[in-house]
């Protein structure tokens, strides 16, 4: 079974550019979440997408943003950049969030964005 | 607000020590869940187990075992007869009863010698 597929692994951008990530989460996984991971902060909730619709969302800027398609992948997208945005960014999936799954999350291995 | 505090930033043990990672949390919930997870040098996380505010037990599984305990907001892994396999970051998380929103700890490191 293959796990969270996540594009780009690695990625620089400049001030001001803006990036888009890419996820395709477990087969018959519904929902995806996104992790901000820095040194300073830690691991930080970004937003989760089930069945195309935003369930939560975290304390992010309106620069970070996302969506999630009718196969369950799932992109998100930050504008004008800025040197604090250098992160990895891990998405994980789910099969749902209630009962029996809520909170069991597969992660994929990141995406790495250094902004110069 | 809901906060995960992981005291210990870094533990070395030579290979074989059983080992204890804390972890001290905080929420208003009454339903709510706790989690651990593991990153190894790989860099993805691995999800380790999950209990429920309403379940106390303490839970074995190979080398490692939990310790719940609600009256001290203490949710603590123990590593039996550690392995160097075993050296990652390991993370402390809380969440809702409902939805994929985890409030992570800032973790704590592992080294295992040989």
């Known amino acids: 079974k293959a796990g969270v597929t996540q594009t780009p692994r690695y990625l620089i951008k400049t001030r001001g550019q803006q990036v888009t990530l890419s996820c395709s989460p477990i087969s018959g996984h519904r929902s995806v979440s996104w992790y901000q991971q820095t040194p300073g902060q830690g691991l930080q909730f970004l937003f989760e997408y089930f069945s195309e619709t935003q369930r939560n969302k975290g304390n992010f800027p309106g620069r970070f943003s996302g969506r999630q398609f009718s196969n369950s992948r799932s992109e998100m997208n930050v504008s004008t950049l800025e040197l604090g945005d250098s992160a990895l960014y891990l998405c994980?999936?789910?099969?749902?969030?209630?009962?029996?799954?809520?909170?069991?999350?597969?992660f994929g291995e990141g995406s790495r964005l250094t902004v110069l | 607000a809901q906060k995960v505090t992981q005291a210990q930033t870094e533990i070395s043990v030579v290979e074989k020590e059983d080992v204890t990672l804390d972890c001290v949390y905080e929420t208003r919930d009454t339903t709510y869940y706790l989690f651990w997870y593991k990153q190894p040098p790989s860099g993805e996380l691995v999800f380790l187990i999950r209990r429920n505010s309403f379940d106390e037990q303490n839970e074995i599984s190979g080398r490692y075992s939990w310790n719940f305990q609600k009256s001290t907001s203490s949710f603590n892994f123990t590593i039996t007869a550690s392995q160097v396999v075993d050296s990652a970051v390991y993370f402390c998380?809380?969440?809702?009863?409902?939805?994929?929103?985890?409030?992570f700890g800032a973790g704590t490191i592992l080294r295992v010698k040989s």
């Open positions: 994980a999936s789910s099969l749902g969030g209630t009962g029996t799954h809520a909170g069991e999350l597969f």
């Open positions: 998380a809380l969440s809702e009863a409902r939805g994929n929103k985890l409030v």
